[in-house]
C-alpha cells in the first residue's frame, strides 16, 4: 500500500513479557518516528530515524524501550519487561525528509495493552 | 513543560457553522506548524500546515492563521461538515530540529 504499514493493530500482553511493534514506512521516506498516545494524552515523541545517522533515542521513556530500522526502512521497536504504564497507542510516521516543510505521515497504530 | 498547548479539550460547533481550534505555543524556535485530524482507530492525517514567514494559510475549508507575537495559532474549518467531528492536534517544529511536539488535542463535535 501508499501509506505507513503498522502492525500488530492490536496487542494484548501479560506483564513481565516482551512486545515487538513493527512499522513499514512509505517507500523512499528517509525519516522515520515513533510516538504515544496514552489515554487522555497528547503524542508522546519516542525516537528519530534519518538515514544512516544515529538515532535520535530521546524521548525513549526507559531502557526497556528500544528501536532498531534496518535497511533505512522498516522498523521495529520493542519493550522489554511490559509494565501497565506501557499501555497506549504506538504510532509510527514517516516523512520525505527531516524537519522544515515535511509533514509526517502516520500509520493506524498499535493499541498495546499490559495486562 | 507543555510547549504547545491546546486549552480546549471539546468543542461542539453546529453544522455550517465556523469551527474555530486554538493553540498556544512557548517556545520562540517554531517556525513550522501543522494541524492533523484524529478519528478513532486511525492514526492522525495531515490537514494544513504554516510556516512561520505567512500569517495565512488556506486550503478548500480550512484556514490555519499564525500570530507569532502572540505565539499564537488557529485552525477555522468554514463550514463545518459532520464528518468533520474528530480531534484535531496542532504541532510545532523548527529547522533546527526534527521533532514535532505536539498539542494534547481538541475534540470537535459538529451536530447534525
Known amino acids: 500500500g501508499a501509506g505507513v504499514s503498522q502492525s500488530p493493530s492490536n496487542k494484548v500482553t501479560e506483564k513481565g513479557k516482551d512486545v515487538e511493534l513493527r512499522c513499514d514506512p512509505i517507500?523512499?521516506?528517509?525519516?522515520l518516528y515513533w510516538y504515544r498516545q496514552s489515554l487522555g494524552q497528547g503524542l508522546e515523541f519516542l525516537i528519530y530515524f534519518q538515514g544512516n545517522s544515529a538515532p535520535d533515542k530521546s524521548g525513549l521513556p526507559s531502557d526497556r524501550f528500544s528501536a532498531e530500522r534496518t535497511g533505512g526502512s522498516v522498523s521495529t521497536l520493542t519493550i522489554q519487561r511490559t509494565q501497565q504504564e506501557d499501555s497506549a497507542v504506538y504510532l509510527c510516521?514517516?516523512?520525505?525528509?527531516?524537519?522544515?516543510?515535511?509533514?509526517?505521515?502516520f500509520g493506524n497504530g498499535t493499541r498495546l495493552t499490559v495486562t | 513543560d507543555q510547549q504547545v498547548k491546546q486549552n480546549s479539550p471539546s468543542l461542539s460547533v453546529q453544522e455550517g457553522r465556523i469551527s474555530i481550534l486554538n493553540c498556544d505555543y512557548t517556545?520562540?524556535?517554531?517556525?513550522?506548524f501543522l494541524w492533523y485530524k484524529k478519528y478513532p482507530a486511525e492514526g492522525p492525517t495531515f490537514l494544513i500546515s504554516i510556516s512561520s514567514i505567512k500569517d495565512k494559510n488556506e486550503d478548500g475549508r480550512f484556514t490555519v492563521f499564525l500570530n507569532k507575537s502572540a505565539k499564537h495559532l488557529s485552525l477555522h474549518i468554514v463550514p463545518s461538515q459532520p464528518g468533520d467531528s474528530a480531534v484535531y492536534f496542532c504541532a510545532a517544529s523548527h529547522s533546527g530540529t526534527y521533532k514535532y511536539i505536539f498539542g494534547t488535542g481538541t475534540r470537535l463535535k459538529v451536530l447534525a
Open positions: 510516521a514517516s516523512s520525505l525528509v527531516h524537519g522544515g516543510d515535511s509533514p509526517l505521515h
Open positions: 517556545n520562540s524556535m517554531f517556525d513550522y
Open positions: 517507500s523512499g521516506h528517509t525519516a
